[in-house]
């Protein structure tokens, strides 16, 4: 992951470095062609205001004003006849600003004199120079601008097409980006809220298991002197009526004594007595222990385990465990009236080098509230008798034991999934271990 983020941002950096460095490529470019163009229209503004001012000379030389406005027009003539001398390279217009240049000077000399008829030669000769040398570097100027202001308008296309290129990737990217942090922020934040959850529930059932364990114990001895009292009595009881009523005391006794016993796995670490044991073979067991439940409900449960998947566990705890698993799934299934089946499957996951079993059912789901507490102990939706809510929280504290661990899914109305997560390193050792 966050090789593929650097992998991305690195991307986008030479990208936009490479589109930055086009760009302003560019820009220089239209740049120099840009100030070739206003230099080219500097030269066309003065040869066609030029043209100009000698029309205006020609203007007042026919109308014979003589004096400072004529003199005028002749220096503001000879100083554009200077700048173009100077701004130009070839010699037929060198040729033609000079000759230009001479006759305005003699012009000016004309003037003095008063011949009107010489002042008109002298024009026409000016005339003849500037008129066709303006004309003609209008033609140019155009020919040459032409091509040019297209090639600028190129360039800013390329320019344009190029910043807008770079400012979608970055939204693109963007956007990406925001998305990926997003997932993985509420990613983050579930599997931290999962953890507070475990985290508070162990606590929990620490706390608890020490009350539980006292309470148990405390129980332990009247509860063993009330059924060997009410067996006693049951065999030597003098009438029908006490025996019967001893036997519903011992009924009840047997009941308090069972759950005591489940209340003491559950609170004190049960000691395990591991053996290699075949997940397919322990799967075949369970469901022939679960048998004639299945069987009443009308539900099916497959089996899904490679032939040679071994688990180093205490066989007789986890054959409780999934035995508690099965019968809750066919209870769900059976009561809601909804669903028809239950997967026992296992597999070894590779990269965390543990065994994983899974148990799931297309029955009616757990809602979020509930799913939150199914763990606790005493914890149930079943009815008085029906249930202790017992059954996970023992399985949970028998899987702890183990080294591993056990997490529900539930969609509601889809279904639910217990996995159960065994280390499988100990199979590798070989070594079977009898501690909890
Ligand atoms: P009990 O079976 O005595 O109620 P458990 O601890 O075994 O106690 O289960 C606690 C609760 O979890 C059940 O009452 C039931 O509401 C819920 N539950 C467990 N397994 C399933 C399942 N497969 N589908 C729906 N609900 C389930």
Request: proline content about 2%.
């Amino acid at each position: 992951m966050k090789h593929v983020f650097f992998i991305i941002i690195g991307f986008y950096f030479f990208i936009t470095t490479a589109g930055i460095l086009f760009i302003g490529m560019k820009l220089f470019v239209v740049k120099e062609s840009v100030e070739s163009l206003m230099k080219a229209e500097k030269g066309l503004v003065a040869r066609l205001e030029l043209r100009d001012t000698i029309y205006r000379l020609k203007d007042a030389v026919a109308k014979d004003i003589s004096g400072a406005e004529t003199k005028a027009i002749i220096a503001k003539t000879d100083v554009i006849l200077s700048e173009c001398y100077g701004c130009h390279s070839s010699n037929a217009f060198m040729f033609h600003i000079r000759d230009a240049k001479n006759a305005v000077k003699q012009l000016a000399n004309d003037l003095e004199g008063g011949n009107s008829h010489k002042k008109q030669k002298r024009i026409s000769i000016i005339e003849r120079h500037i008129s066709p040398f303006a004309e003609d570097s209008y033609a140019k100027v155009k020919a040459l601008s032409e091509p040019r202001v297209e090639h600028v308008r190129q360039e800013l296309y390329k320019v344009r097409e190029t910043g807008i290129y770079l400012v979608v990737m970055g939204l693109l990217l963007f956007a990406g980006f925001s998305a990926l942090s997003m997932r993985r922020i509420s990613r983050l934040e579930r599997e931290a809220a999962e953890k507070e959850l475990r985290i508070v529930r162990s606590e929990k059932l620490a706390a608890l298991g020490r009350l539980i364990a006292g309470v148990a114990h405390e129980l332990n001895t009247p509860l063993t002197a009330v059924s060997g009292f009410s067996e006693l009595l049951l065999k030597t009881g003098a009438d029908d009526n006490v025996r019967n009523m001893a036997g519903k005391i011992n009924t009840s006794a047997v009941r308090m004594t069972n759950i005591v016993k489940d209340l003491l796995i559950f609170a004190e670490a049960p000691k395990l007595e591991r053996t290699p044991v075949n997940v397919k073979d322990l799967f075949l067991e369970t469901v022939d222990l679960a048998a004639t439940a299945l069987n009443t409900c009308n539900i099916s449960a497959d089996i899904s385990a490679a032939d040679d998947l071994t688990v180093f566990v205490d066989k007789s705890r986890m054959e409780r465990v999934l035995l508690n698993l099965l019968t809750n799934a066919a209870q769900a299934v059976r009561d809601s009236k909804k669903g028809n089946r239950i997967l026992l499957s296992a597999f070894r996951n590779e990269a965390d080098n543990a065994i994983i079993i899974e148990v799931s059912d297309n029955g009616p789901g757990i809602c979020g509230e509930i799913i939150k507490k199914i763990f606790d102990p005493f914890f149930t939706t079943k009815q008085f008798g029906k249930g202790t809510g017992l059954g996970l929280s023992i399985s949970y504290s028998i899987v702890k034991a183990h080294g591993g661990d056990m997490k529900v899914k539930s969609m509601e109305g889809e279904g639910t999934t217990f996995t159960i997560e065994l280390p499988a390193k100990l199979q590798n050792e070989g070594t079977p271990s009898s501690s909890a």
